[in-house]
């Protein structure tokens, strides 16, 4: 569990995260997906969260999504004022930069390992930010209502405005290999599609998954799990539920989650120095 008072300056209602990670194999061989959470070394007060699906070659290219993602958060200086657009360039960075190791380890070992991306950084002012490349989700809940749920919609948007597709042949980009939106596809770089929001408060949740999980479920059994439910105890009801739908077919089913919760209050404690001052 991380806690994480709000800056005062910025919010007058403090909150403390909760968060944790969780996977099951499923019925596959083996667990390609990865997920960690990380605090950063020269960035006090910041959190990311990352999730990646390995889709081919194993986990290798899951495990380069973690090493990579530590590797840029830590090295990241907020300076005086947490920045947006510097926040999204840095879950941008960790793509590419994890895309074009993947492809250089590919050409020494002669594969091809693919793998999803999701990345979410919260900042002590109250900010969120994300990223996603390819079918691994985010969201984010105010209590049990789904808020935001990461889609194709924006990858579909960049494929009609900058390769020109049209709207119908972008749509069906996940039946094309030189379309899919993956890291470590050397037939075409990954698009990021970043989003954000700001004044967090106390009630807000953010669950990062794998298609193993979110298939199994509608937007409103994930919301009513996490907002009643410590982040433990739902990845443990989530896990065992999915299990119990997948019905032996199953895949790798990683969920990370991150809750922000009211903290606890200060009991008062009046010393006799102090009520003898007060007298």
């Known amino acids: 569990m991380v806690t994480q008072p709000r800056n005062p300056l910025t919010h007058m209602n403090p909150y403390k995260i909760e968060a944790g990670t969780a996977q099951h194999i499923g019925n596959r061989p083996q667990q390609n997906d990865r997920a960690a959470l990380f605090t950063g070394a020269r960035s006090p007060g910041y959190m990311m969260a990352v999730l990646a699906d390995g889709i081919a070659g194993g986990a290798t290219a899951s495990e380069q999504v973690l090493h990579t993602a530590k590797q840029l958060f830590d090295d990241y200086k907020p300076g005086d004022t947490p920045s947006i657009e510097r926040l999204s360039q840095l879950l941008r960075d960790i793509v590419h930069e994890t895309h074009m190791i993947i492809k250089m380890n590919g050409v020494t070992t002669q594969t091809e390992p693919h793998c999803t991306f999701v990345g979410l950084i919260i900042t002590p002012a109250g900010q969120a930010v994300w990223a996603h490349v390819g079918d691994s989700r985010l969201y984010r809940f105010q209590k049990a209502e789904c808020k935001v749920r990461t889609s194709d919609a924006q990858y579909i948007e960049h494929l009609v405005g ?4 049209p709207p119908e042949a972008a749509k069906n980009h996940r039946h094309s290999k030189i379309l899919v939106n993956v890291l470590g596809n050397s037939r075409k770089e990954p698009y990021a599609a970043v989003g954000f929001h700001e004044n967090l408060d106390a009630g807000d949740t953010f669950l990062l998954c794998s298609d193993g999980l979110w298939h199994f479920f509608t937007d409103a059994e994930l919301g009513a799990v996490t907002s009643k ?46 009520l003898r001052r007060a007298v």
């Open 162 to 165: 900058t390769d020109r597709l």
């Open 229 to 274: 439910n410590t982040p433990r105890q739902a990845s443990e009801m989530l896990i065992n539920k999915a299990i119990e739908r997948a019905q032996g077919k199953g895949g790798n089913c990683t969920m990370a989650i991150v809750k922000l919760v009211k903290p606890p209050k200060e009991p008062v404690n009046y010393s006799v120095e102090k």
